[in-house]
């Protein structure tokens, strides 16, 4: 076998030199690959999260003016009830009235008594009647304000649980990526050129000249 040569030294130290920067590329092209996966997938899950809150920003919207138009209808249907029963309760007083008119002057002084006292008991029951429906009235007010409350504590507890299960999900990717930037920078020295490591056309220190003939390069990183 012929004896290598100082000549056959320096190809053989520059072809590891040059393995090595492409080695250094091809792992460097990887890191930025793997970067910008994590970076999309962010992005992706910050647009998930966005679309998430304005379509329950909507619904709460669209529930708050359904409520507000039921609430006006109620009031209305209660304003309308109310004035039926006005003018019926002024058509039957009236009504009473003219009998009562024509009692008295039928019967003169003696009936006109009758008609007053009647009249008087027509009054209370009526302001009875009036009282039983305004006492049901502030029972079923009160109902409905604690139905309320308890549909907004629910959403309430469902949206702090829709908060926790999402920081949990971010918390998650969040150590994913932290083990996988771990991994990456745990990679053997033989795996990741030394910073510092001369590039191709400089000459290797004496320290890094192979250690006897036919050394093999170093190995690529996988």
Do not use: C, F, H, N
Request: hydrophobic fraction near 40%; avoid cysteine.
């Amino acid at each position: 076998m012929p004896k290598r040569t100082k000549e056959d030294d320096e190809a053989l130290e520059k072809k590891r030199q040059t393995e090595k920067e492409e080695a250094r590329r091809e792992w460097k092209k990887e890191q930025d690959r793997l970067a910008a996966e994590r970076k999309k997938a962010e992005e992706e899950k910050l647009a998930e999260l966005a679309r998430i809150e304005a379509e329950r920003r909507a619904e709460e919207e669209r529930l708050a003016e359904e409520a507000r138009l039921a609430e006006e209808a109620r009031l209305a249907e209660e304003a309308r009830l109310a004035e039926e029963a006005r003018l019926a309760e002024e058509a039957r007083l009236a009504e009473e009235a003219r009998i009562a008119e024509e009692k008295r002057k039928a019967e003169e002084k003696k009936k006109a008594a009758e008609a007053a006292r009647k009249a008087e008991e027509a009054k209370k029951a009526e302001e009875a009647r009036k009282a039983e429906e305004a006492r049901k009235a502030e029972e079923a007010r009160k109902a409905e304000e604690a139905r309320l409350a308890e549909e907004a504590r629910k959403a309430e507890e469902a949206r702090l649980a829709e908060e926790a299960r999402l920081a949990e999900e971010a918390k998650k990717a969040e150590e994913e990526a932290a083990a996988a930037a771990a991994a990456a920078a745990g990679a053997s020295p033989a795996e990741v050129p030394a910073e510092g490591a001369p590039t191709e056309g400089e000459a290797a220190p004496a320290s890094e000249a192979p250690a006897a003939e036919g050394a093999a390069p170093a190995e690529a990183p996988a």
